[in-house]
C-alpha cells in the first residue's frame, strides 16, 4: 500500500507580541522565548526590531521567516535614506510591509507583524497584519500563541468594549491613554499570559517610541529639540535608551527589559 510523505516547511515558534499607541507615543512589546511545542529551543530570541527612529517592527510566527523579512526591510530602509537622505516615514514603510508580504503570497512568510510608532504628524499610530499583507490602523493589537488572552482583556481595558458609564465615571475614547497606564496594561498583560501559556514567557522587551513635537503644555518647559519626561521608567524595569545619547536625547528609542517567569 503506498504511504504519503508530507513535509512543510513552516512552524511556529511560540511567543506573543502586542502594541498600543496614545496621543504622543506607541509601546510595542514582545516575550523572548522561542519555542516548539513543548520543546523551548531558547530563552532568548527577540521579537521587536528598531526600525527607524519612529518606526518599530513586532514579528511573531516562523523565526527563521521572521528574520529574512527584518533583514528585507531593513535593506529598503537602508536604501531610501541613501536616495533621499532622510528616513522613511512610518505610513511609508506600513505600505512597503504590505507590499513585501502581498508579493509572498503564493509562499508567504509565515509571519504575523504589528508595526508602531510615530507619524509625521507627531501621533502614535500601530498597524496589524496578517501573513500576505492585509493591514489597518488600530489603536491596540496582540497577537502570537497568547493572543486569545491578550486581545480580549485590551479590548476592555485601552478599547472600553463591554465597560458601561455610570454617574460619577465615563467612558474616554480609546487611543488617549496616559503612558504609565499603556506600561502597566503591558506588563500585566504579559505576567498573565506567563501564567497561563507554556510558550510565553522568559523576558519580555518594551519599545516606547515617543513623538518628537512637545505637548502644549511642555513648550514652556523645554524646547522642542528635548521633550520633557513626565514619568520614571526605570520603576518598570531596567530601561535603555536606543538612537541618542540617553533617553532625552531627540531620536531616542527606549526599550524596557524585565524578567517573566522561566518555567
Known amino acids: 500500500m503506498p504511504v504519503g510523505h508530507q513535509f512543510s516547511p513552516y512552524t511556529s515558534n511560540g511567543g506573543s507580541i502586542m502594541a498600543i499607541h496614545g496621543d504622543d507615543y506607541c509601546v510595542i512589546a514582545g516575550d523572548t522565548r522561542q519555542s516548539e511545542g513543548y520543546n523551548i529551543q531558547t530563552r532568548y530570541k527577540p521579537k521587536v526590531f528598531r526600525l527607524t527612529d519612529k518606526a518599530t517592527l513586532a514579528t511573531n510566527g516562523f523565526s527563521a521567516d521572521a528574520e529574512a523579512l527584518v533583514s528585507r526591510i531593513k535593506i529598503r530602509l537602508e536604501m531610501y535614506q541613501h536616495t533621499h537622505g532622510r528616513s522613511m516615514p512610518l505610513h511609508a514603510i506600513a505600505r512597503m510591509l504590505s507590499t513585501i508580504l502581498y508579493s509572498k503570497r503564493f509562499f508567504p512568510y509565515y509571519v504575523y507583524n504589528i508595526l508602531g510608532g510615530i507619524d509625521e504628524e507627531g501621533r502614535g499610530a500601530v498597524y496589524g497584519y496578517d501573513p500576505v499583507g492585509s493591514y489597518e490602523r488600530i489603536v491596540c493589537c496582540a497577537s502570537g500563541a497568547a493572543q486569545g488572552l491578550l486581545q480580549p482583556f485590551l479590548d476592555n481595558q485601552v478599547m472600553f468594549k463591554n465597560q458601561m458609564p455610570t454617574p460619577e465615571t465615563s467612558i474616554p475614547e480609546p ?7 499603556a506600561l502597566r496594561i503591558v506588563m500585566d498583560s504579559f505576567t498573565s499570559a506567563t501564567e497561563r501559556h507554556i510558550e510565553v514567557g522568559d523576558g519580555l522587551e518594551v519599545f516606547i517610541v515617543r513623538s518628537m ?51
Open 213 to 263: 513635537k512637545p505637548r502644549a503644555s511642555e513648550e514652556t518647559a523645554t524646547t522642542a529639540q528635548q521633550p520633557a519626561m513626565d514619568i520614571s521608567l526605570e520603576q518598570f524595569g531596567a530601561v535603555d535608551a536606543l538612537g541618542g545619547e540617553d533617553a532625552f536625547t531627540p531620536g531616542a528609542c527606549m526599550v524596557i527589559r524585565r524578567e517573566l517567569k522561566k518555567d
Open 175 to 181: 487611543g488617549h491613554l496616559p503612558l504609565p497606564h
